[in-house]
């Protein structure tokens, strides 16, 4: 399994860098990002460091 990195919390098990059964990345540093012009809610945001498992 892949250690977790404490600081960064994700839920998104599709990802080939979660850590597994804990809710957390696995990478040092992710990048978050928007697709929005103007992001005004957290449904704007993204993890643009996300890989498809
Ligand atoms: S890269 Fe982004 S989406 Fe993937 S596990 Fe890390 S925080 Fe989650």
């Given at each position: 399994m892949k250690s977790k990195n404490d600081s960064i919390r994700?839920?998104?098990?599709?990802?080939?860098?979660?850590?597994g059964q804990d809710q957390y990345?696995?990478?040092d540093k992710i990048t978050v990002g928007?697709?929005?012009?103007?992001?005004?809610?957290?449904?704007?945001?993204?993890?643009?460091s996300f890989k498809l498992k």
């Amino acid at each position: 399994m892949k250690s977790k990195n404490d600081s960064i919390r994700c839920t998104v098990q599709q990802c080939q860098y979660h850590a597994g059964q804990d809710q957390y990345c696995s990478l040092d540093k992710i990048t978050v990002g928007t697709h929005e012009k103007h992001p005004t809610m957290v449904e704007c945001t993204d993890c643009q460091s996300f890989k498809l498992k």
